[in-house]
């Protein structure tokens, strides 16, 4: 297999069931070292859940706007919440996206005398339930299925990476001190904004160890670039995922797991919206992944070898993993970046370190 990449690579889930552990591990393998994005098709999430989910999306972004602030943001020291169209800045391009953050459950461990990051995970915002019925039920049991599917996938990737079935279990905590985050994102036609840009949301970079995509609609837009620097089209396949390494397991494998630099485009004119939920899987807080050495085979380093050097990448966001920083600090950072009028509002000394000259209109994560 070529080191560079052309198009991402689809890895059947059903390959487990039908006693190909192998076959799919060397799969596996090959899309996290040299690619860093995988379709995988058949996941085990409960069909009458995700046809759910799905039909609620459009009407979710359909609530009255004063309904939809009325969860905003900014009200949030979990930076979970609403966040209006054209809130947020990448590569000084304005995201032509609407979106709600929304999280597994949990309740804020914060106390006096911790690190101000253990303030980022607690309960999410919801709209009314008389609003949209049924829709936080639906929504929690989705994120439910896909963590439980995040920890099965992560003890493959271990033993893709020629470890133990446990061998990444270090950067976790025990599941009730552990929270994950998902999105659900509008990306309007062109129609619906004011601008040409084309920019859905601009070359990034994702912060944790992985993200499981749902393409929530037949639209094309995502785009990775690979290593020559070129853009590469990832368009929607039914019953599939697109998974994707993020910055901290990258810094975790010493660049043996490649995160790949990404992108959206906006629909066209003419189209109807793009959707998409992306569920951010979270490693503790706490952890430093620089301090963690893990042993890999030569014949796995090898492949490392083989892939060559990168070219030229728009992406450079969560850098802070590469000095250091506590996953939680890395991740708070980023939040600050891309939401200031919430780090304003609840991290004040950080984000006078970050915006010494006041507010900005937008955020910017770099």
């Known amino acids: 297999m070529s080191s560079n990449f052309d198009s991402v690579p689809v890895v059947d889930y059903a390959l487990l069931s039908q006693g190909k552990e192998d076959e799919f591990v060397q799969q596996l393998r090959h899309a996290a070292i040299n690619v860093g994005f995988l379709y995988l098709a058949h996941p085990p999430i409960d069909k009458k859940t ?12 359909a609530l009255p706007q004063e309904e939809k602030d009325a969860i905003s943001m900014v009200n949030s020291q979990h930076f979970l919440g609403y966040s209006r169209l054209g809130k947020e800045l990448t590569k000084g391009a304005t995201d032509q996206r609407e979106q709600f953050d929304f999280a597994t459950q949990h309740q804020c461990r914060w106390k006096p005398g911790d690190p101000e990051y253990v303030r980022l995970w607690g309960e999410a915002q919801w709209p009314e339930e008389s609003l949209i019925p049924g829709f936080k039920d639906t929504m929690l049991r989705y994120l439910s299925q896909v963590q439980a599917l995040s920890v099965t996938f992560t003890r493959l990737l271990s033993v893709a990476f020629g470890l133990p079935p446990t061998g990444l279990d270090q950067f976790y905590d025990v599941p009730q001190n552990m929270q994950h985050r998902a999105k659900i994102v509008k990306y309007p036609s062109l129609d619906d904004t004011s601008l040409t840009t084309t920019q859905g949301v601009g070359p990034h970079f994702d912060a944790g160890f992985l993200t499981f995509l749902l393409q929530a609609s037949p639209h094309p837009g995502l785009q990775v670039q690979n290593l020559s620097g070129q853009w590469i089209d990832v368009p929607p396949i039914p019953d599939t995922f697109v998974i994707n390494i ?3 397991l990258e810094a975790a494998t010493r660049g043996l797991a490649k995160a790949t630099s990404h ?15 992306p569920f951010f899987q979270n490693i503790a807080q706490r952890v430093r992944v620089t ?61 006078k370190q970050i915006f010494p000259k006041g507010l900005p209109a937008q955020g910017v994560a770099y």
Request: aromatic fraction near 8%.
């Open 263 to 277: 992108r959206v485009l906006s629909p066209p004119k003419g189209s109807t919206p793009r959707y998409s939920v």
């Open 246 to 248: 993020g910055k901290g």
């Open 50 to 61: 995700l046809d759910g989910l799905l039909e609620y999306i459009p009407k979710l972004f």
């Open 291 to 351: 301090e963690h050495s893990l042993k890999f085979p030569q014949e796995v380093l090898a492949i490392k070898e083989k892939r060559g050097t990168e070219g030229a990448t728009d992406s450079v966001n969560f850098s802070e993993y590469d000095r250091g920083e506590a996953s939680g600090q890395a991740n708070l950072i980023g939040r600050v970046k891309s939401h200031p009028d919430v780090g304003q509002r609840h991290y004040p000394d950080l984000f």
